[in-house]
């Protein structure tokens, strides 16, 4: 029962300080660890010790199993040079200079129990980075880096930890450091590739959501079992199973069977994360009785934690701008360009570590020298950087403007990607009528091809720009979900009057879920920021757009067919070859396709202010 209450207590702290996090605008692992150093010197606030076990084991697959499906396989291997020596090569770095560090400043630790703190606070954690950065909307390859960073510096700094405490007294071979990491990189590589191929070919065999679920549930902890029984690196063997199922995921599960996935895994990954925050708070007043008892007066103690601090971030700093010669990234051109010093800066600065960091130094052996201020060390890394790091990032980001996701751009290149699928789909709808013998007396195809434009529609009526307008999918969304509440209300009323099966009710109040969780919903357009001139690379080559230039737009334009006909327009466009004005295909006529059909010119430009994206009605493709 107190293993209950306290379980329930820590969801429940977690949950308020999450959504008071939240409300004040602050990351919640920067306020979930202040309110656990706190709440480690509240009596009666029972004693949390985080073993390695739990930690290593029970807490670190699920973790890395939860970032890993959801990151880019095709973003992580472009940006795989910076990530491996971020990941490899920092690690590395940042173990030999605390290394030589620790060794100076603390009498009697030797170069293994030296070098073992050096890996164990060398791995900046994924949790914190991408929590601040998301929040105050670092740029997406910045993120994806240190996203990359985290899922494989993990395993770079246990590897090196288990080197250190194997070597003991008898000194540290380079050669014996590259092949033992060799051996557990290359093991943990392997059992995670082949549990992948085991999990795909049960996947390619198995339907039922609920059975594919428990599938993932388990496969994190497989992957680390597997190649931890092998002496090679489990870390490695999640991120690679996890990257692996996770691009393949939508040619191996159900569509029911990856949203049951992703939310089972945000729930997971949501609680754990933040427990793990507050868990490395509980642990301050431990780590500082311990310290007190300790031969070495408080001032070598508070030199030694302190200058291991400015110590790894220093490390980092300068490694990121030395590594700044060697990351080389292709340009639009293909010519290959340094990456901006803001945003090196920024890299430099995102070294938040966690709770790997606490619980590799667990693993170091009780009979080293000093071990509980090696404790305290690695305490004070996490905090320190956590607090220092994680609430100064935002006001640097600010300060070298770094520019954020521009929302206007993302929604040009949704809509976009959903007309090229649409494209597709057509051309197949096209094949079905020409298969089929028969007439289709129902219009059911008419109707799919309205699902699909409605669809488009609103993934381009994203872009209108008129303030305080409503757009026509907007005004849809709004009257169909208050449509279901009221059809809800009425379900739910012949419900209690028990007049019909439950199972039967059951079903229906799904079924209304089901459509009102995929109603195209945008925001409104008063919410969204101001265009900042659209210029999305086309997805395909297209000589039409090759040939055509934007021009400046008028922002008093009107349609002037719309005008004729007494319709009216949500937005409007402006051929490139006769300068006509005419309504987008959200608008009821549909102009602006009038006019292509009409006199076959190929490319139109938006005609709203600020927007310069040109698209081809050949190719179906923008600029």
Request: glycine letters at 8%.
């Amino acid at each position: 029962m107190e293993i209950a209450l306290l379980l329930i207590a820590l969801a429940v702290t977690v949950l308020v300080i999450t959504a008071l996090a939240d409300r004040i605008e602050v990351p919640a692992p920067l306020v979930l660890i202040v309110v656990g150093v706190a709440g480690s010197y509240v009596p009666g606030v029972p004693e949390i010790t985080l073993s390695p076990e739990v930690v290593l084991v029970g807490l670190l697959p699920p973790l890395l199993y939860a970032a890993a499906i959801q990151t880019s396989l095709v973003d992580f291997n472009a940006n795989r040079r910076s990530i491996l020596l971020l990941s490899v090569g920092l690690v590395v770095f940042t173990t030999v200079g605390v290394g030589v560090l620790v060794h100076a400043l603390l009498p009697g630790v030797g170069w293994p129990g030296a070098l073992a703190i050096g890996a164990v606070v060398a791995p900046p954690d994924a949790v914190a980075a991408t929590a601040v950065g998301r929040r105050i909307g670092l740029p997406r390859r910045i993120v994806t880096v240190l996203e990359g960073e985290s899922l494989l510096n993990d395993a770079t700094a246990l590897v090196s930890l288990r080197t250190a405490i194997a070597a003991g007294g008898a000194g540290i071979s380079a050669v014996g450091v590259g092949l033992d990491f060799a051996l557990a990189a290359g093991g943990g590589v392997a059992a995670g590739a082949l549990l992948y191929l085991v999990i795909a070919w049960v996947r390619r065999r198995v339907e039922d959501p609920l059975t594919d679920t428990a599938i993932s549930l388990v496969t994190p902890f497989t992957a680390y079992v597997l190649a931890e029984a092998i002496n090679a690196s489990g870390v490695i063997a999640v991120v690679v199973a996890g990257l692996l199922l996770g691009h393949r995921s939508p040619v191996l599960q159900t569509a029911s069977s990856r949203i049951a996935e992703r939310m089972n895994w945000r729930t997971i990954a949501f609680v754990l994360e933040n427990v793990v925050f507050l868990l490395i708070g509980l642990q301050a007043a431990r780590l500082v009785d311990d310290v007190g008892r300790s031969e070495l007066g408080l001032g070598r103690v508070v030199l030694v934690c302190g200058a291991t601090l400015v110590a790894v971030v220093v490390l980092r700093v300068v490694w990121v701008a030395a590594a700044r010669v060697v990351l080389l990234q292709p340009g639009p051109d293909g010519v290959r360009v340094r990456p901006t010093w803001r945003n090196t800066l920024l890299v430099g600065w995102a070294g938040m570590r966690g709770v790997v960091t606490l619980a590799a130094a667990f693993v170091i052996p009780s009979d080293v020298e000093h071990r509980e201020v090696l404790l305290m060390i690695a305490f004070t890394v996490v905090a320190g950087t956590l607090l220092v790091q994680g609430l100064t990032l935002p006001w640097l980001a600010r300060r070298l403007r770094v520019p954020s996701p521009d929302p206007m751009d993302d929604a040009l290149a949704r809509a976009t990607l959903l007309q090229q699928a649409s494209k597709a789909g057509f051309a197949t709808l096209a094949q079905i009528e020409a298969d089929e013998a028969h007439e289709d007396p129902h219009g059911v195809l008419d109707l799919v091809r309205q699902r699909i434009d409605q669809r488009n529609f609103a993934a381009w009526e994203r872009l209108g720009t008129t303030p305080g307008q409503e757009t026509p999918s907007e005004l849809y969304a709004r009257v169909r979900v208050a449509m279901i509440a009221a059809e809800r209300e009425r379900v739910l009323e012949i419900r209690s009057s028990g007049r019909v099966d439950s199972v039967v009710v059951a079903e229906v109040l799904a079924m209304l879920d089901v459509e009102e969780s995929l109603i195209d919903r945008v925001l409104p357009q008063h919410e969204q920021e101001e265009p900042v001139g659209l210029r999305p690379a086309p997805l395909e080559s297209c000589a039409h757009l090759a040939a055509t230039w934007a021009v400046e737009t008028s922002d008093a334009g009107v349609c002037e067919d719309c005008l004729r006909d007494g319709t009216s327009w949500v937005a409007l466009r402006q051929c490139l070859e006769c300068g006509h004005l005419a309504c987008c295909d959200s608008s009821p006529a549909q102009h602006a396709t009038a006019h292509f059909r009409d006199t076959a010119h190929p490319v139109m430009q938006s005609a709203e202010p600020g927007e310069h994206w040109r698209w081809c009605f050949v190719h179906h493709v923008t600029s």
